[in-house]
């Protein structure tokens, strides 16, 4: 099926199926009536917000269209190819992610741009590909499409960015759909600081070759209701996914985590750690499913969530989970929610550390954890200045 068949069928698909309800089980936990019963317009305008470029590659989309005028990408080494996923052709636009999902529908229907990014056998990029996604359209729905490919031994950095208007209520939707070829490496950001009225939802999904490695860092600080469903198939012996993110919500924000990697064959590694800071009434949901098919055999899973309560208010649903179907693996999940060490506090005050400074500190090495998985060194400045902000607005 072509992208055109696929776009009619997905635009049926969403008119006849709607967005999922709390009644259906991967749902259950985040109600997202707000979206469905909200009405979003295709306006458009020239971004006003600004943004602080991470390297020299970078791919500007304002208010769901590509800005060529904000974006520097025209001097590229040989074999890398980046543009407008609407200009771009590649076969397997859209063969990857599930249309099931409403939300996966609506956005193969009506994305109205993305990145496209190609890195071809043999190249490995030294410098990373800052996509900065600009929205201030109150009440504007934007779909982006991304694509990503890395050749046979080609290694890329990618780092996706979601910029908001304070006050500003819309949706963004998105799908990034991500091809590891044997021998390949993708380490992929996603920083996600909307608009606090916002609603945003991605749908992450990679497959992975023979010795091939994709990596995901998920940060998020914005929105009031939002979700990332990150999918891995690993249908290459000793592939690599590595899957980490942190989530910092206050107020009455809601963030669901969904991840699902699929072990499909012997020797392959899955390795997932997030983690959790809630203050005042913010609800978070984290559930991640590792499935071991039955010849997945030496298979090396590794699932953790761990969450800080910083208020009375604060809730966590969390469900690590393991479908093993395979006798010769090691795979292990956990999760964990807890409270502030009063005591750790109270010792820090006694070495004349001010409470405030103390709360800072604690919350910090908290989610230390997360960020020193972080290899990229511009975007690991840029995330840990971000955490750092909101712990110290969130001091007590």
């Not at 397997?92 to 599930?98: F, N, Q, Y």
């Not at 996604?133 to 504007?140: E, F, N, Q, R």
């Not at 992975?208 to 929105?223: D, E, I």
């Not at 800072?360 to 998985?373: G, I, P, S, Y």
Request: hydrophobic share 40%; proline share 2%; charged share 25%.
């Amino acid at each position: 099926m072509d992208l055109k068949d696929l776009r009619k069928k997905a635009e049926v698909d969403f008119k006849t199926n709607g967005f999922p309800t709390t009644k259906e089980e991967l749902w259950r936990f985040t109600d997202v009536s707000r979206v469905a019963g909200a009405e979003f317009s295709n306006d458009w305008k020239i971004s006003d917000l600004e943004f602080q470029p991470l390297d020299k590659i970078t791919v500007v989309f304002e208010n769901g269209k590509l800005s060529r005028e904000k974006s520097n990408f025209e001097d590229l080494p040989t074999g890398v190819c980046i543009g407008s996923v609407l200009d771009l052709v590649d076969p397997r636009i859209g063969t990857l992610a599930d249309a099931q999902s409403a939300f996966v529908a609506a956005n193969t229907a009506y994305f109205g741009d993305g990145a496209f990014i190609e890195v071809t056998e043999g190249v490995e990029m030294d410098t990373p590909i800052h996509l900065v996604y600009l929205a201030d359209v109150d009440g504007a729905a934007f779909h982006m499409r991304n694509f990503i490919s890395a050749g046979k031994g080609a290694a890329v950095t990618v780092i996706e960015e979601y910029i908001g208007l304070a006050g500003a209520t819309y949706w963004t939707n998105v799908v990034t759909e991500a091809f590891v070829a044997d021998g390949g490496l993708v380490d992929h950001y996603k920083v996600q600081r909307e608009s606090e009225s916002a609603y945003h939802f991605q749908t992450l999904e990679a497959n992975l070759g023979t010795g091939s490695v994709f990596s995901n860092h998920a940060v998020t600080l914005g929105g009031a209701l939002g979700r990332n469903d990150i999918r891995g198939k690993l249908i290459g012996e000793e592939g690599e996914a590595i899957c980490n993110g942190l989530y910092l919500l206050k107020d009455k924000q809601l963030f669901d985590t969904h991840i699902f990697m699929d072990h499909a064959v012997p020797k392959c590694n899955s390795h997932e750690l997030y983690k959790g800071i809630l203050d005042d009434k913010a609800r978070a949901v984290f559930c991640g499913r590792i499935l071991v098919q039955k010849d997945a055999q030496e298979t090396d899973a590794i699932q953790s969530n761990g969450n800080l309560l910083l208020s009375r208010g604060a809730k966590v649903n969390t469900l690590p989970q393991l479908e093993i179907y395979a006798d010769d693996v090691k795979c292990t999940h956990g999760a964990t929610i807890g409270e502030m060490d009063d005591v750790a506090l109270y010792y820090l005050q006694t070495r004349g550390i001010d409470p405030v400074q103390g709360h800072a500190m604690l919350t910090f090495a908290f989610a230390n954890e997360v960020l020193d998985e972080v290899k990229c060194k511009p975007a690991k400045r840029y995330i840990e200045e971000l955490v750092h902000d909101w712990l110290h607005k969130v001091a007590k």
